[in-house]
Each structure stands twice: as structure tokens, then as C-alpha cells.
């Protein structure tokens, strides 16, 4: 679980939250879908911290419901195992951009012969 920073507001995790519902109804109007993993964790974060900010404010029956929540996506996601790691963790910074000028200043005397 993420540790609560002060920008987080109830209203915008309010919105996420409701945004995601709508978007995963939509995607599965008209056909029987399950989430995949990686939506179950995102669900999972997003109702661990509306609970945390309901924690915060008083309200702890509210921040166990949502506690509940997202402990069910947390294992219909297969959490647990850490986050994601990514082959480019493991990769060396890129250099610095070097622009270079490869045109030849040189104009050779006399015919073109390149062909």
C-alpha cells in the first residue's frame, strides 16, 4: 500500500475509482469478460487508498468496506509477489546526445567519378 501523500483528494479518487467501473462496463457490454490481473491491482491500489484517506478522516467502518474491496481484487489479481519488473531496470543509462556535422566540407576538383 502506498503511503498517502497531501495532494490526494477524496474527489479525485471518487473520480478513478468511478471511471474505471464505467470503463470496464463498457468493455464488457454485450460479451462475458473478466478483468486480467493487471486491472484487479490497479482496483486494488485505488480502493486501498480511498480507504486510507477514509481512515484519516474518522470514518473507519467506510475504510473497512473499502478495505474488503480491495483485498478481493488483491487476490483475484494474483498480488503479493512484488511490483512488475522491467528489463530496463537492468539496462545502462543511454549517453548524451551528440549532434554531429557528417558533411564534408571538401569539394573535390574535376568530375564526379561515383558512378
Known sequence: ???????????????????AKALVW??????????????HLYLFD??????EL????GRTAKAMRLQAKAAAHHRAGGGGDGPPYAAAM???RPRRFIL????????PEGPDDAA
Open 100 to 107: 554531429t556535422d557528417a558533411v564534408s566540407k571538401h569539394r
Open 26 to 39: 463498457i468493455a464488457s457490454m454485450g460479451r462475458d469478460a473478466d478483468l486480467t490481473p493487471e486491472a
Open 46 to 51: 485505488l480502493y486501498c487508498r480511498l480507504a
Open 90 to 92: 537492468a539496462m545502462p
Open 54 to 57: 477514509y481512515r484519516t478522516r
Open 1 to 19: 500500500m502506498k503511503p498517502q501523500t497531501s495532494t490526494e483528494s477524496l474527489w479525485a479518487l471518487r473520480l478513478d475509482l468511478l471511471s
